[in-house]
């Protein structure tokens, strides 16, 4: 026993979480204190993650008789681990047993000398009566329980429904994220509305969040969680806030060939393509004018919010040159009346020559 709460007890079971035992499970007159030892087993887990547990009692063999049934029956029994000694762990389950330092479930040396004189689940997997050979195993005791929660937690999961969560592990592709006794799979495309580089970028491990659950895929085992949609779509408010001609304000995000994407807010971009950025310049690359984390002035062209596209000029931002030709060069008046028909009927300048000596 870890600790003990106005309401509860929180006991070490082994796991990489603690079990909470309500107070409520102890006779009056019997109170619960640090260092107590108990058997118990697992109901669940709650909300905050703690395995649910209840005091039970596991039977420990008594005889040869008792230890052949249980062996064969693959029973769950009660040992207490009386020291270290080569290759693993000596457990007195009724006869002396030897626990390999594999199947105890320790993950160092230090993990394994702090289970001498505790009370242990195990199950024989070996047992030779004529030469009194006992071998148990205390992982696979756990990881069946753990198997047994996942299950029972996977089966409570619904589409649809929110749910809490620690971040367990990132990978380039997501996160995923223990749920209460199953992982959720935390696509990064599902973090957030805007554009996410990395997982890293945004989660961290042990990180608490709240996601919801996009898919169950009970065949697969696999259930698909997502960030951004416990938050508004942006897109569902563009074709409102955008309007063809306005004048917008971004960051560009990435370029291609063809064009350059701009983030005008988080999760919503548009794309200037290569043939928009230049009056002057016949651009092949759009790398040539614009790079990634500029801030850019354009003009929008084009709003299909349904297909979640907005077009953006960069050069109708600058102003059109041709709109202003007739301003500045209105000095400059030609008409047909006045140009000279053919160059051949255009008159000559005519200079005197110069006489000869």
Not at 151 to 179: C, K, N
Not at 258 to 264: I, P, Q, R, Y
Not at 286 to 311: C, F, K, M, Q, Y
Request: one cysteine or more; glycine letters at 10%; charged letters at 30%.
């Amino acid at each position: 026993m870890i600790s003990v709460s106005n309401e509860a007890v929180f006991v070490d079971i082994g796991f990489k979480t603690e079990g909470i035992l309500p107070l409520t499970a102890f006779k009056a007159g019997e109170p619960a204190k640090p260092g107590d030892k108990l058997l118990v087993t697992i109901k669940g887990r709650d909300p905050e993650g703690y395995y649910e547990l209840a005091l039970g009692k596991i039977e420990r063999p008594t005889d040869w008789a008792s230890l052949e049934k249980a062996f064969t029956e693959k029973q769950t029994i009660a040992g207490t681990v009386t020291g270290v000694i080569k290759g693993g762990l000596s457990v007195d389950v009724g006869v002396r047993a030897f626990m390999p330092g594999s199947r105890s479930g320790a993950r160092d040396a230090a993990e394994l000398e702090s289970l001498v004189g505790q009370e242990i689940r195990c199950r024989i997997i070996k047992l030779d009566v004529t030469e009194e050979d006992v071998v148990v195993d205390r992982r696979i005791v756990g990881e069946e329980e753990e198997r047994a929660l996942k299950q029972r937690r996977f089966s409570e999961i619904v589409e649809g429904e929110t749910v809490s969560g620690v971040v367990r592990s990132l990978t380039d592709y997501g996160a995923f994220v223990d749920i209460g006794g199953t992982d959720g799979l935390l696509h990064i495309g599902d973090i957030a509305w805007a554009r996410v580089g990395k997982p890293e970028d945004v989660l961290s491990l042990g990180q608490q969040i709240e996601a919801k659950v996009l898919k169950v895929d009970a065949d697969r085992q696999r259930i698909s969680l997502g960030m951004k949609q416990l938050q508004p779509n942006p897109w569902d408010s563009a074709a409102a806030k955008y309007k063809v001609g306005e004048h917008v304000h971004g960051t560009v995000s990435r370029v291609a060939e063809f064009g350059a994407f701009v983030e005008l807010e988080p999760g919503v971009e548009g794309l200037i393509h290569v043939s928009e950025m230049s009056w002057s310049k016949k651009m092949k690359k759009a790398s040539t004018i614009v790079a990634p984390g500029e801030s850019v002035d354009a003009v929008i062209l084009a709003v299909n919010a349904d297909e979640r596209r907005i077009s953006l000029g960069l050069k109708q931002a600058l102003g059109d040159p041709w709109a202003e030709v007739t301003r500045r060069f209105r000095w400059v008046r030609w008409s047909k009346a006045r140009l000279p028909a053919s160059p051949i009927s255009a008159p000559l300048c005519s200079f005197p020559m110069a006489s000869r000596a």
